[in-house]
């Protein structure tokens, strides 16, 4: 391995020891300490390459072993640094740790769902599954230990909040101080490891939040890590003029030298290979693009184009069947096209246009102000006339945090837990989540009616799965019937969505999802905005003779059964122009889900 190559940094294991490599251009000596040597302060001294890493092979360096950097400044200051590249820490203000990646992952790996299939949740380690005798964060183990629930409920797929090494063990995690470590307080880099195996043994992918729009602010030894910097910003790995601002600090990684995009494309292969993570979900990339997140042109960090395209190119090539999702929530086309038509290369990107106008409908107290030309446009929106590049959500961990509540809190403040309203509404957003065409994605607790807000130190209240079973079931039921599970609802899996009735005076919207390939299985969705019963409705056309109730949620939740339409009536003598009409009673904020497979 060459030493001019910025890849070959960090520890490499040797037959004996390990080969030590760090970048610092502007230290005038560095030198490493730790177990090794009794933490002796002069430490090992490292030698220096022209292109400034800083390289020795150590053979007293063991696995497990504790060891910092001691990096002399120009100016003769002695600096206690850890190693960027550290897999593990005993905590984000400790010392690194010798990590081998020994792990013994099985020989199969795991392939993730077609995208068309999947059923993303998005959960917190911290919060999800909280031991509650210990006064301490949710972990990796914690976790695992629902993961049965998971797949019992139909989720294929995962999205962690992020795991990296943060200030403290009570975080959302976008605090980043040591990018390629584990937080500790989670269980480390085995711990990540022992969860992804779990979850793919069941069925699940695992997808990771990664946060490259800037590093830390605090707990920070990538901030001047050598000692040089310039307007008192970062040095080395952050822009050190006015590009550097971002709203979580002057912490703005320089996309602009090759070592740092280097050091964020390392680090995004290391997720995807050595913790066989099946994507990854981008934090707010416009404020890796420009500046300001804003389109403005003179604000933009052409830089960071090419770093995410790299990034992408190099998954798709490397990684075909995982998934690279981006924060952007500006709606631009271009970030989930292809690189070659000049776009990012994305595989999906969070929908605003999705979650804004479906939570204003659903939290509107009017029924009268439910504008249904809103639902079909969130419902029909697409990114590159593609409809499985979106992820689709009424709740994440931004949506229901930072001034804002979980959906049935916005519609019952202060009292979900008995509020018609709240229960009913929140499952018509579960309903169109997981029937309109792209990715759906929930949040933790979104299925257990979970109140308030999502916090870092409030964990998820599990006792509210035997108090809302019925609401829990209807999730599930979902769920399944997004994936086809019963054959039933192949349409769900497709691209097509057909409106067949938009009633803008009762509130009442229904929409048929067609299956691609096969002449049944097509999915007609009924749902009833309003709180009012509607006594003999008739819609015309709804496709076939005979549709069989698959779904059906009003003050609770119904097993499957051949509904009672009225026998369809034709009006008029032209049988060109005959008109197919059925009449049937809608409750109040009902939903009604049909196939016209009936075997």
Not at 25 to 35: D, E, F, L, T
Not at 354 to 367: A, K, N
Request: glycine share 8%.
């Amino acid at each position: 391995m060459s030493l001019n190559n910025d890849a070959n940094l960090g520890l490499i294991k040797l037959d004996k020891g390990y080969s030590v490599r760090v970048w610092a251009p502007n230290a005038a000596a560095v030198a490493i300490r730790g177990q090794f040597n009794d933490w002796d302060e002069e430490g090992v001294e490292l030698n220096k390459t022209s292109n400034g890493i800083w390289y020795v092979d150590l053979e007293a360096l063991k696995n497990g072993e504790q060891y910092q950097f001691v990096i002399t400044t120009e100016g003769g200051d002695k600096l206690n640094r850890n190693d960027p590249r550290s897999r593990f820490l005993t905590n984000s203000v400790g010392a690194s740790i010798v990590y081998d990646d020994i792990y013994q992952w099985p020989e199969t790996q795991f392939k993730l769902e077609t995208w068309n299939k999947l059923v993303i949740y998005e959960l917190h380690i911290g919060t999800f599954n909280q031991p509650e005798s210990e006064n301490a964060p949710g972990t990796f183990e914690s976790a695992i230990e629902k993961l049965d629930y998971l797949a019992e409920l139909g989720v294929n797929c995962i999205e962690i909040m992020p795991v990296n090494e943060f200030a403290g063990d009570y975080s959302w995690g976008y605090n980043p101080a040591y990018p390629f470590a584990v937080e500790e307080a989670y269980g480390g880099p085995d711990g990540l490891k022992h969860f992804v195996q779990a979850a793919h043994e069941r069925n699940i992918g695992v997808i990771l939040d990664v946060v490259y729009n800037h590093f830390g602010p605090s707990d920070l030894h990538l901030w001047q890590f050598d000692g040089w910097s310039e307007n008192d910003k970062g040095g080395i790995y952050f822009y050190n003029d006015w590009r550097s601002s971002t709203p979580w600090g002057d912490t703005r990684p320089d996309y602009g030298r090759k070592e740092v995009r280097q050091y964020i494309f390392d680090n995004a292969m290391m997720w995807l290979d050595e913790f066989r993570l099946d994507g990854l979900r981008m934090d707010m990339i416009p404020f890796m693009r420009s500046v300001s997140g804003s389109e403005t042109p003179d604000d933009m960090i052409n830089e960071a184009y090419d770093l995410l395209r790299w990034i992408n190119r190099e998954t798709n090539n490397r990684f075909p069947n995982k998934l690279i999702i981006a924060e952007d929530l500006h709606g631009n086309d271009f970030v989930t096209d292809s690189i070659d038509n000049g776009g990012l290369g994305y595989g999906a990107q969070w929908d605003a246009d999705f979650v804004h106008p479906i939570r204003d409908i659903l939290t509107q107290p009017d029924d009268e102000s439910r504008d249904l030309d809103k639902v079909a446009g969130a419902l029909t929106r697409r990114y590159n006339d593609q409809t499985f590049n979106r992820i689709i959500y009424v709740e994440s961990h931004d949506e229901i945090a930072n001034g804002q509540a979980r959906l049935a809190e916005e519609i019952a403040p202060g009292n979900v837990d008995d509020d018609f309203f709240a229960r009913q509404r929140s499952v018509i957003g579960a309903a169109l989540t997981l029937t309109a065409p792209g990715i759906p994605m929930l949040f933790q607790g979104q299925e257990l009616l979970e109140d308030l807000w999502f916090d870092d130190n409030d964990p998820i209240d599990w006792s509210r799965l035997d108090q809302f079973p019925q609401l829990n079931k209807a999730y599930q039921t979902l769920i399944n019937l997004r994936k086809n599970k019963q054959g039933l609802s192949a349409g769900l899996c497709s691209e097509q969505l057909e409106f067949v009735h938009i009633d803008q005076v009762n509130k009442v919207i229904a929409y048929r999802r067609n299956a691609d390939t096969q002449e049944t299985g097509n999915v007609l969705v009924f749902i009833n905005l309003k709180n009012e019963q509607h006594k003999e409705y008739t819609v015309d056309n709804l496709g076939a003779d005979d549709w069989k109730c698959i779904f059906d949620w009003h003050a609770g939740f119904h097993k499957p059964e051949k509904f009672k339409f009225d026998q369809p009536r034709r009006k008029g003598n032209d049988e060109k122009n005959t008109v197919q009409t059925f009449k049937f009673t809608l409750e109040a904020y009902q939903v009604l889900l049909f196939s016209d497979k009936l075997d």
